[in-house]
């Protein structure tokens, strides 16, 4: 009996989270509907609530974004933008600090998150996977004697918080590892192993 009843838990925790998560973020993304007159949502085209409509319009808002700050005109608004941005107090920390992260992990050149590593934390002789973000600049690369490396460590089965930390770079063992591999090695807490089926 025990062991149906797990059995069961196995099948369905897993796609229960999964329709939780999908219904949270088409849920999120459709708030952009409100964006549109009352008359042009789909609501009121079609009579009732089709889920999934603000995707589509995130994306193509996302898209559009994309394509319009490419040009000339588009990078002279957004320079006026930020430069509008840099003169509010608060909102300025805010919006350059998310600024500078999203730039160093979306962009296509950066080391953010492009490598998983071994690393020995939080003790010598006791392991666990990490993520190359970068070298140490600034001040403290000033203070640093030698080659290191910026490393994340993320927590289990958490990995959106964790540790940054400086490590000498003979420390850190490379992996041979996809960053996707690497993660659900994390969330599973070990148990989907590297390079295992899904």
């Known amino acids: 009996m025990k062991r149906y009843f797990i059995t069961g838990l196995l099948i369905w925790v897993p796609l229960g989270i999964t329709f939780w998560v999908l219904r949270l ?5 459709d708030q ?3 964006l549109l007159p009352a ?3 789909p609501e009121a085209i079609f009579g009732f609530y089709i889920p999934g409509f603000g995707v589509i319009l995130t994306l193509l808002v996302v898209f559009l974004t994309g394509l319009f700050t490419t040009n000339i005109i588009g990078q002279r608004l957004l320079m006026f933008w930020e430069g509008l941005l840099s003169r509010i107090p608060v909102v300025k920390s805010i919006y350059y600090s998310v600024k ?3 730039d160093t992990l979306f962009s296509s050149n950066g080391e953010a998150f492009r490598k998983a590593l071994l690393v020995q934390y939080p003790r010598e002789g006791s392991w666990t996977v990490a993520f190359l ?3 140490p600049g600034g001040d403290v690369a000033n203070h640093l ?4 490396v910026s490393v994340y460590v993320p927590t289990t089965p958490n990995p959106t918080s964790g540790f940054f ?3 000498p770079r003979k420390d850190v063992i490379e992996l041979d590892m996809s960053v996707d591999d690497a993660l659900k090695y994390i969330i599973s ?4 192993p590297p390079g295992g089926k899904n």
């Open 133 to 135: 973000t970068g070298q």
């Open 25 to 29: 973020l088409i849920g999120t993304m």
């Open 165 to 167: 930390l400086m490590m």
């Open 145 to 148: 004697g030698g080659d290191y």
């Open 32 to 34: 952009t509907l409100l």
């Open 189 to 192: 807490i070990g148990v989907v």
């Open 100 to 102: 500078q992260v999203s």
């Open 39 to 41: 008359h042009l949502r």
